[in-house]
């Protein structure tokens, strides 16, 4: 596995369009998450986060503070995370892991209210479980159902 030195989290900038627009997915990965371009959608309730390294974004994700975050837990200063993903061709290199350990920082600066990081992850997406089960996510024992079956809700505490 290559090393990772610097990756740092930022709120998705219009500049990015491009390389947005040819972010690729396996389709074994496409059918657990949804592609960036599909996410970009901003309010004040819906925040698209670039995964960055060395000022080249290479991952993306969303964090909601709508009523849906309602859905997964009870908590009201919880964040949702969905639509996490690294680019293809950048996955293997530790960018996931890095950006999920950054997420805590981040959210601590940004948002400085939020206590919790709720998301959901398919029952069949082992690796992905245990991507996020390294840096720390538990499994709260509530389940959902979802477009490709079985969603495990996962939680950190901040």
């Known amino acids: 596995m290559i090393t990772v030195d610097k990756v740092e989290l930022q709120f998705y900038q219009s500049e990015w369009y491009d390389?947005?627009?040819?972010?690729?997915?396996p389709e074994e990965q496409v059918r657990?998450?949804?592609l960036p371009i599909e996410m970009l959608e901003i309010s004040h309730e819906r925040h698209p986060i670039m995964i960055v390294s060395n000022h080249v974004p290479v991952g993306f994700f969303v964090l909601h503070t709508s009523d849906r975050v309602k859905e997964y837990t009870d908590n009201p200063n919880a964040m949702l995370l969905?639509?996490?993903?690294?680019?293809h061709s950048q996955q293997g290199k530790g960018y996931a892991k890095k950006g999920l350990e950054q997420l805590p920082i981040f959210i601590n600066r940004e948002f400085p209210n939020c206590d919790e990081i709720v998301l959901s992850v398919n029952k069949l997406n082992v690796h992905a479980q245990k991507v996020y089960e390294r840096v720390g996510y538990i499994d709260t024992g509530r389940r959902r159902p979802g477009k490709m079956g079985e969603q495990l809700?996962?939680?950190l505490s901040l």
């Open 19 to 25: 390389l947005i627009t040819d972010y690729h997915l």
């Open 32 to 34: 657990f998450t949804a």
């Open 82 to 87: 969905t639509a996490f993903s690294v680019n």
């Open 153 to 155: 809700i996962l939680s």
